[in-house]
């Protein structure tokens, strides 16, 4: 709170571009460096129009197709808009809070379009050279009447190195307003810290003597970091609990842009709390302290990986600062007491992450010299995979390279004794390879929750394997494997033609693939296929990969043109 911001001018991320028709005229704002709404120097209704145009007032309000951009609410990130042609916009990707390194996540507003108006926004800042959406991936998008999040077709996106940018790296992709309504783009399915808050109070009024929720400590900007009991009362209460209580403590969210990991999380609660057969097992041997959003102020600004104070938190933990990481220095200090307790015993750390280039879920783990130690370690993500279809062993990984010595797995699994299984759970932003068809499976919200939920169930499998429950503890009949797919079914299908239909494909190739975004829909999983199969096998970030990238995007932004024009 008495953290002074100053930004006296505008920073190198958002220098001109070789194109921009005017230096920095936004609308009303002349300048990026406003401190707006909830995050520094996010757009506030800012209405893109030509330079030759004086701006819009109260009397002179801007005409239907000019369009209004807007990033001042919770998690929101955009930082500029440059107005390129009628059709085209350049936009800028803000900067985390005191750490301009960062520059990945956004999710903004766009209102006053006109109906079946056609545009192209670039995303010209990019701070990630590699990226999912040269697999397939897209932005998503939803409208006033239509709040189910959705993906714009991949044919549409381009993500490639572009020169009229300083070289910076660029998503390009194209749009639809098939509607006169407010239609809200981001870079992957929001999670807010209001929509956690309610969430918890939610829990609360379910009055469940199993459930506790406590403030483990207070943001920098005065937020609240809770952290979840759930067990059994019996095994707080020293009179009744076993000689030592095992005890599991996972965490979430340290990385504000890593929206799938507060998914996955709920999930985890949800099963945990449910009436569940393994649920309740689970409740009445084993304590589990839960702390869903470790980066509060984060969130709410709209970063993609720092704090307010522009740390990365997750390398941190070995420091942590009561004053500068109030969240890490109180949940170290309460995870070390419990290890120290003659009654406790802490079995687990999983650090719940989303990943920005890789697919599917997996974990990273730690490195043991002792070959006993490392297939006990090894034991649980093997378990995780047989319940879950969207978990890849060949993706798991056991290392304990310098760069990651201040995370929270390799802090725990280094401060804490050899039983503590600490491992790092990452998540795909984007999709997974079915294991069954060896296809590409975009991710959902549901299939993030189930990923959650079946990493609960792994616990049951987990502490049957190495003895503690016997067979006779485990429900004789237990619940089928909630798996994270079901794209193919019917169910699925008839939800996406319902949904995606709506917002019109823009393809510049044959007419025969304009018919509605759902039709189309079915090949957008293989046009990262097709795109390296043009590279002729060059590395993708090769400079002959990156000169091919945009030259496909100028081809598409030619036809593009040229459909508009018609």
């Known amino acids: ?68 951009f807007d990033a001042c609410f919770e998690s929101g990130n955009l930082g500029r808009v440059d107005y390129i042609s009628e059709h085209e916009y350049d936009l800028f990707i803000r900067p985390d809070t005191c750490n301009t390194k960062f520059r990945v996540w956004f999710n903004f507003t766009v209102c006053n379009v006109a109906k079946d108006q056609r545009v192209v926004f670039n995303l010209v800042n990019f701070s990630k050279t590699k990226s999912l959406y040269r697999e397939g991936m897209s932005p998503l998008v939803k409208s006033s009447t239509r709040p189910r999040w959705q993906r714009i077709p991949s044919k549409n996106v381009f993500y490639y190195r572009s020169p009229e940018h300083h070289k910076n790296y660029v998503m390009s992709f194209a749009f639809c307003f098939d509607r006169d309504e407010v239609y809200q783009f981001s870079y992957s399915y929001p999670y807010t810290y209001t929509r956690l808050q309610n969430y918890l109070s939610m829990l609360d009024k379910r009055h469940m003597d199993y459930y506790s929720r406590e403030r483990l400590a207070i943001s920098v900007q005065q937020r609240r970091i809770d952290i979840l009991t759930i067990t059994h009362p019996k095994n ?84 942590a600062s009561a004053w500068a990481h109030p969240s890490l ?123 959650g939920y079946n990493l609960g169930r792994t616990f049951v499998d987990y502490y049957r394997a190495v003895g503690y429950f016997t067979p006779e ?34 393809s510049a190739s044959s007419s025969s693939s304009q018919k509605g975004g759902a039709s189309s829909n079915n090949n957008n999983d293989m046009v990262a296929t097709q795109r390296s199969t043009i ?19 100028e081809e598409f932004k030619k036809r593009f043109q040229v459909k508009v024009s018609k």
């Open 473 to 506: 503890m485990i429900p004789k009949q237990r619940p089928k494997r909630v798996v994270a797919a079901a794209s193919s079914s019917t169910t699925t299908q008839q939800h996406r033609k319902s949904t995606i239909s709506g917002f019109k494909s823009i």
């Open 329 to 451: 220095h109180a949940l170290k200090k309460l995870i070390l007491e419990t290890h120290s307790s003659h009654s406790n015993c802490v079995d687990f750390y999983i650090d719940i992450h989303a990943h920005s280039t890789l697919m599917n879920g997996f974990m990273y783990g730690n490195v043991f010299d002792d070959d006993e130690k490392f297939d006990r370690q090894s034991l649980f993500p093997k378990l995780l995979c047989n319940n879950c279809e969207d978990f890849s062993l060949n993706n798991t990984n056991y290392n304990r390279d310098s760069v990651k010595a201040g995370t929270g797995r390799r802090c725990f699994g280094g401060c804490l004794d050899d039983r503590v299984l600490s491992y790092t759970l990452e998540v795909s932003l984007y999709c997974y390879v079915s294991a069954a068809t060896h296809q590409i499976v975009p991710y959902t919200e549901e299939a993030y929750v189930r990923l």
């Open 236 to 319: 707080l209460k020293p009179k009744f609990k076993p000689s030592t209580t095992k005890v599991v403590f996972i965490t979430s969210r340290v990385h504000p842009g890593e929206t799938p990991a507060s998914y996955v999380c709920q999930g985890l609660i949800d099963f945990l709390v449910s009436f569940n057969p393994l649920a309740r097992l689970l409740r009445e041997n084993i304590v589990f302290k839960i702390v869903p959003m470790l980066n509060p102020d984060g969130v709410y600004l709209g970063n993609y990986r720092s704090s307010l104070m522009g740390f990365d938190l997750n390398r941190h933990w070995l420091e």
């Open 1 to 68: 709170k008495n953290l002074s911001v100053s930004m006296a001018t505008p920073t190198p991320h958002y220098s001109e571009s070789a194109r921009s028709p005017l230096s920095g005229i936004i609308g009303d704002h002349p300048s990026p460096t406003l401190l707006q709404g909830p995050g520094l120097a996010n757009v506030n209704r800012v209405v893109a129009h030509p330079p030759s145009v004086d701006a819009p007032t109260a009397v002179n309000k801007p005409k239907k197709g000019t369009l209004i």
């Open 535 to 553: 590279l002729n096998g060059c590395r993708s970030n090769s400079p002959r990969a990156e000169r091919e990238y945009y030259r496909q995007f």
